[in-house]
């Protein structure tokens, strides 16, 4: 009965060296699932708000809607609506480090009609600053032959790692057919 009573005891101590030495890896393991799914939300968010921005942007009419309306007028309105879907810059899920959003217009070559094109770009906390043509270092593809509207948004997180914390950047960019009158 002794003899059983030691072994006993001896499998006790072994499970919990077993857990001791265990528990690290699955900590590392689950928190590293915590943080993909972190930043695989945020990822979403900037999705999200930039194919909102984007609809809102092809359906809003500057000049059937409001005639003294003018293009820098209608490119914060469409700003204002990526602002509101992607959180404040400071949103810990929400939020962007960059955001440009573009009336573009097209030549019959397809080529960007840079007169006639404007944009609006804000990045990090920056003033905003607007110009002429597509959103700049922004190399998607875009329609062809049409005017649309590009909407680009980017934010960087970080991920938490046991050694290593690299910085990520989380991307998103959508043109839609511009559905208003041409632009003049």
């Not at 790692?161 to 057919?177: C, E, G, M, Q, R």
Request: overall charge positive; some cysteine; hydrophobic content about 40%.
């Amino acid at each position: 009965m002794r003899a059983f009573r030691r072994a006993r005891g001896n499998a006790r101590g072994a499970s919990a060296v077993e857990f001791a030495l265990l528990f690290p890896i699955f900590m590392i393991l689950a928190m590293g699932i915590i943080n993909v799914g972190i930043a695989f939300s945020k990822q979403l968010n900037v999705t999200q708000a930039v194919r909102e921005a984007s609809r809102y942007g092809a359906t809003l009419d500057y000049q059937a809607q409001n005639p003294a309306m003018t293009i820098t007028q209608w490119l914060d309105a469409v700003d204002s609506a990526a602002t509101q879907s992607a959180g404040s810059a400071s949103d810990p899920v929400g939020g962007y480090d960059y955001r440009c959003v573009a009336l573009v217009t097209t030549d019959a070559s397809s080529n960007v009609d840079t007169a006639r094109s404007n944009y609006k770009q804000t990045i990090g906390s920056a003033a905003s600053t607007y110009g002429t043509g597509s959103c700049p270092s922004t190399d998607w593809a875009h329609i062809p032959r049409t005017d649309y509207v590009q909407v680009a948004m980017y934010r960087n997180s970080g991920l938490f790692a046991l050694f290593i914390n690299p910085t990520i950047k989380l991307d998103s960019v959508s043109t839609s057919p511009y559905e208003g009158k041409p632009v003049p």
